[in-house]
């Protein structure tokens, strides 16, 4: 998985890199905001990112709320490293578009835990457009039957828009996405299929004579 990291200061910005990638994440690696913004309005950049707050240019919390401005449907999981801990400045962070921060100097089990958080978050949220997608195209493909439909009052054939007469069956499976099974109603049974049968009963009797 690729990840963004976007760090000033020199030291932390290599600590950061060399842990990550000890992690198995591949790195790309900024000094400023208005580097991270860059990297994260391209069509392929990372959908992790984890931004220094006091940066050159624009800080971390300029850039996740831009980022998240020019990302529109693309999943982007944002955490701000930050040396400020006092809730105002942490609620700051999160309405700019922070997914989550961690607190400058970080614990390097609490950074993991929080990236993987965020990998599971951004897997969830993959699988969730996903089933939108395909429920879109379900829907989109779905014919509906609406509309007057003439139907002959005697044998009960349907006329298309060709003027021509179909079976029911066969005009309603042309037109949607149901399926049928026959069988023989109780009135049908007792009117026709019934007579039916008392009548060829009666003609194999009378052959046999």
């Known amino acids: 998985m690729r990840v963004l990291i976007a760090e000033d200061d020199a030291v932390s910005r290599r600590l950061l890199?060399?842990?990550?990638a000890k992690w198995g994440y591949e790195v790309v690696v900024t000094t400023d905001g208005l580097q991270a913004l860059e990297v994260l309005s391209q069509p392929d950049a990372p959908s992790l990112a984890i931004l220094d707050w006091m940066m050159p240019g624009l800080d971390g919390a300029?850039?996740?709320l831009k980022a998240r401005e020019l990302a529109g449907e693309r999943l982007l999981y944002m955490i701000l490293l930050t040396a400020k801990g006092r809730k105002e400045d942490i609620v700051e962070g999160l309405t700019a578009g922070a997914d989550d921060y961690v607190i400058k100097p970080f614990d390097r089990?609490?950074?993991?835990?929080?990236?993987?958080a965020g990998e599971r978050i951004l897997r969830l949220q993959a699988e969730l457009a996903s089933r939108v997608k395909e429920l879109e195209l379900a829907l989109t493909n779905v014919k509906l039957l609406q509309g007057l439909l003439p139907i002959c009052c005697y044998c009960k054939k349907i006329r298309?828009?060709?003027?021509?007469?179909?079976?029911v069956d066969t005009y309603v499976a042309d037109h949607s996405e149901a399926q049928f099974t026959h069988g023989i109603c109780p009135d049908c049974r007792d009117k026709i299929v019934k007579p039916e049968l008392?009548?060829?009963?009666?003609?194999?009797?009378?052959?046999?004579?």
């Open 17 to 20: 890199e060399a842990t990550l």
């Open 62 to 64: 300029q850039v996740c």
């Open 109 to 116: 089990s609490e950074l993991k835990a929080r990236i993987n």
């Open 160 to 167: 298309d828009d060709k003027n021509y007469w179909q079976q």
């Open 198 to 209: 008392a009548r060829l009963k009666l003609d194999q009797e009378v052959v046999c004579k």
